[in-house]
């Protein structure tokens, strides 16, 4: 599967933004969904996974209550809705597919990446 993540910006701290990650191909149902970000100078991060039915969802510590992870099966498509930004959120943010498991937050367990979409939070 091909994954192609969008919707990053420019936002102002306490803004929101929307990122999609559409999927190319027919199986994006059985696919996990995760959102992963890198800020510059650190490892790469979980942020949040959504199960294959959108069922199930996990969220780092650091974005609950404030960001939301969905998919949409019939679009091909997988979101994160960002809300109240801080500047500690700017990064480059990854979605990715795993093949096994609902609730993966380690890296190593995704099978596909997409190329990256770059949000920046200014205070």
């Known amino acids: 599967v091909q994954l192609q993540a969008s919707g990053g910006g420019l936002v102002q701290a306490g803004g929101s933004l929307k990122l999609s990650c559409a999927a190319s191909?027919?199986?994006?149902?059985?696919?996990?969904m995760g959102w992963f970000r890198q800020a510059p100078g650190k490892e790469r991060e979980f942020v949040a996974v959504i199960s294959q039915s959108g069922g199930s969802t996990s969220y780092a510590d650091s974005v609950k209550g404030r960001f939301t992870i969905s998919r949409d099966n019939a679009k091909n498509t997988a979101y994160l809705e960002m809300n109240s930004l801080k500047p500690e959120d700017t990064a480059v943010y990854y979605c990715?597919?795993?093949?096994?498991?609902?609730?993966?937050?380690?890296?190593?367990?995704?099978?596909?990446w997409g190329q990256g979409t770059l949000v920046t939070v200014s205070s």
């Open positions: 990715a597919a795993a093949r096994f498991g609902y609730n993966e937050v380690r890296s190593t367990e995704y099978n596909y």
């Open positions: 191909g027919r199986t994006f149902s059985v696919y996990a």
